[in-house]
């Protein structure tokens, strides 16, 4: 069974820094775009930012842009989110999902339904 292996959330304050990466070892991984959710409590799950397969295209929520920056390694069959600036109200569980659109492809999407594979969620907390 595939599965997509998120990491690198924890607790910061504001102001700093992290990165997530999501892994996908079971994957051909040039062949998908990436998304990354996150779920704060009580709210909707929200789609933060997308990569495409080739990479060409990427996406940013305009609460993240300027601040958040997604990247891919074809070759590592990894997808990061680098996340500078971090605020309190970044504070969610982040998830990284798998959509196959073919390689060299410039489709993204964040339509949660759409996505065939997900990673298990990191916990990012922004607090001082």
């Known amino acids: 069974e595939v599965q997509l292996q998120a990491s690198g959330g924890g607790l910061v304050q504001p102001g700093g820094s992290l990165r997530l990466t999501c892994s996908a070892p079971?994957?051909?991984?040039?062949?998908?775009?990436v998304t990354w959710f996150r779920q704060a409590p009580g709210k909707e799950r929200e789609g933060v930012s997308c990569?495409?397969?080739?990479?060409?295209?990427?996406y940013y929520a305009n609460s993240v842009k300027g601040r958040f920056t997604i990247s891919r390694d074809n070759a590592k069959n990894t997808a990061y989110l680098q996340m500078n600036s971090l605020e309190p109200g970044d504070t969610a569980i982040y998830y990284c999902?798998?959509?196959?659109?073919?390689?060299?492809?410039?489709?993204?999407?964040?339509?949660?339904?759409?996505?065939?594979?997900w990673g298990q969620g990191t916990q990012v907390t922004v607090s001082s």
């Open positions: 999902a798998a959509l196959q659109t073919g390689s060299g492809s410039y489709y993204y999407s964040l339509e949660p339904t759409n996505f065939e594979y």
């Open positions: 079971g994957l051909t991984f040039d062949e998908y775009a």
């Open positions: 990569i495409s397969s080739s990479g060409g295209v990427t």
